[in-house]
């Protein structure tokens, strides 16, 4: 695979509702931050969320990671892919419970419309277990197609199904909780 020619600044969504939540966002954070291709920026705080789709299933927690990588997007993605199947994770269920979900939400100014990967995410614009993370550590102005994050967000119904859980949104505090 081809290398990108220069960094993309990248957002990741983070979920997970099986088994310790937290200690799955962790894992997979430190093996990103581990990654030598991949710098963390910034880390939202955590928040637990009711399901969405599936809704026979426990409540997760997610959180968004802005990071920044010369990766290319496909590299990027079966990095995060590999780091889900060595956390476990299974797809018995579409939206169905998982011990880690990782998602490149947006990489950079980038649109990509392939069999196996989509950016931006293509369902992150009715989420708000996904934009409202987003908004702790977004700094890109507006979204692709000239979207405001806070205008999608008051947009949208069910802000009550989302609690802030674990406040981290720093470096520092990133630093505290992998550690």
């Known amino acids: 695979m081809e290398r990108s020619k220069h ?17 799955y966002l962790r894992k997979a954070l430190e093996r990103i931050d581990a990654h030598p291709a991949i710098q963390i920026l910034r880390c939202s705080d955590i928040y637990e969320t009711e399901p969405v789709g599936y809704v026979e299933q426990d409540a997760f927690l997610n959180m968004v990671v ?13 990095f995060i892919q590999q780091t889900e199947r060595l956390l476990g994770r299974t797809r018995d269920i579409r939206w169905g ?22 950016i931006p995410h293509p369902r992150m614009w009715d989420r708000l277990f996904v934009l409202i993370p987003l908004a702790d550590v977004y700094e890109g102005g507006r979204l692709p197609g000239n979207v405001s994050l806070e205008e999608r967000i008051n947009q949208l119904e069910g802000k009550e199904g989302i609690v802030r859980w674990k406040e981290i949104r720093s470096r520092k505090g990133l630093e505290h909780f992998v550690n």
Do not use: K, M, W
């Not at 969504?13 to 310790?20: A, D, E, K, Q, R």
């Not at 802005?66 to 079966?78: C, F, I, K, N, Y």
């Open 7 to 23: 960094t993309a600044d990248v957002y990741i969504g983070l979920g997970s509702n099986i088994g310790c939540r937290e200690s």
């Open 97 to 118: 419970p998982r011990t880690i979900d990782l998602d490149i939400l947006l990489f950079g100014n980038e649109q990509i419309r392939q069999p196996h990967l989509e």
């Open 66 to 78: 802005a990071v920044r990588t010369d990766l290319s997007p496909v590299e990027l993605l079966g």
